[in-house]
């Protein structure tokens, strides 16, 4: 899942037997309103109401394998809310004790075909319907223990637990982020590979071109061309595609300081994380490798929502990149041997935005698995003349300030990175973030790194 599209249902109240959903369509930063009556019939331009104080949001999603749908409860033949196809969610602003029920699909709403009902409760956030047998596994006995466990969390927080139920305690490390402004110095002894001085390439350039004659390179390991190995007394030499990289051997450890920029979500950057020449060699490698256009969620789909291109890079593409990912683990303090696919983190997934392609706004965290999305870990490739911020149109108000505004800057070498999940391990709402176009004839290149809280599972 790289996002779910969320729907929200706004119901309000009216009078004799006539009552009114507000579908808040939430295809990320757009939103469209409509009205629905009893009869299932649409009107644009709903009116906002304010929330009333019993208003619920509550996360359905469906993992049975297979298609059904989502009736409310009207004591008679049901009225539909959504299609749910396998994986999919919705999110349904009710109240506390209306009920809702999943059917097969095609049932019309008729309870002879009911795979599932509840109530809603003032504690009710996430409801899954998984496969007949596990349903069964868990019984009325596994329900009354989430139950009972989502209701002290509410008590004891004021939050409506919207993760999967039971979730693990967090087992990774995760900074603490107490005020805007706070600095949090980090140190890292995976230097920076830069453009080598002509003297270095003078040094070495015998070697590198009797490694070529040989065909000497890693490019049977790499799956993107040769590389070519070479060292001076100084400085470690990586040649590729002509471009000669250098690092030095010995020397002070990176020094690097973390800003917070907002607390809740708990958002931060630095700067000159990358150097210039690691940006475009990031860039080179996903070219070899071959962008496409990007999708989302697990099925891969294409939608207008997300308009980027896309590609996965593995450490193993590259030693510059392999020693970039061990430089995020310095920062993160979460061991670089768990930072690979298939252990804690997923592949570095490079992204190219022309004018006015964009990702609207989503969460990249899932709700479906005891494991989940739990950093995202942000780096801008190239400075943005003109748009392609990173923006939270959630964010706490204290984090967007008089301009009612809170997003970051794309500055080539920069990183923002945020916490998916919160502390006690639910998920973060608040980090529903938007990709913003570029303007003005300009493009972004960027990159991330998910890591995973406790381990990826696709």
Partial sequence: FVAKTQVQFIMLRSCALLFYLCILAVKCEETVSVEVDAQGQQSEEAEDQSKHPNALEVIFENQSGKSVELYWDDSLNGILQSELSHTSQITINTFIGHRFYFASAGSGGSKDKLLYEVAMEKHSAL?????????????????????????????????????????????????NFTDIGQEIPVTSSHRQFVECDADVISAVAQDIEQQKAANKDDSSSTGVGAFYSAETEQYEVKVYNDSWLCREKVGDDMSITIRVLCTSPKVAYFDNFLSPAECEHIKQIGIALGLQRSTVSEEALLTEDRTSSTVWIERRNSPIIDNIVQRIANVVKIDQDKLYLNQSSESLQLVHYLQGQLYKSHVDYGTDRPHNRYITFLMYLNTVGGGGFTSFPRANASCKGDKKYFGVEPVQGRVAFFYDLLRDANVDELTQHYAEPPTDGNEKWMTNLWIWDSVFTR
């Fill in 127 to 175: 409801i899954t319907l998984y496969d007949e047998r596990t349903m069964k596994e868990r019984g009325q006995e596994f329900e009354r223990q989430k139950n009972e466990f989502l209701r002290q969390y509410f008590e004891e927080t004021g939050l409506r637990w919207k993760n999967y139920y039971p979730r693990q305690p967090l087992t990774h490390f995760m900074h």
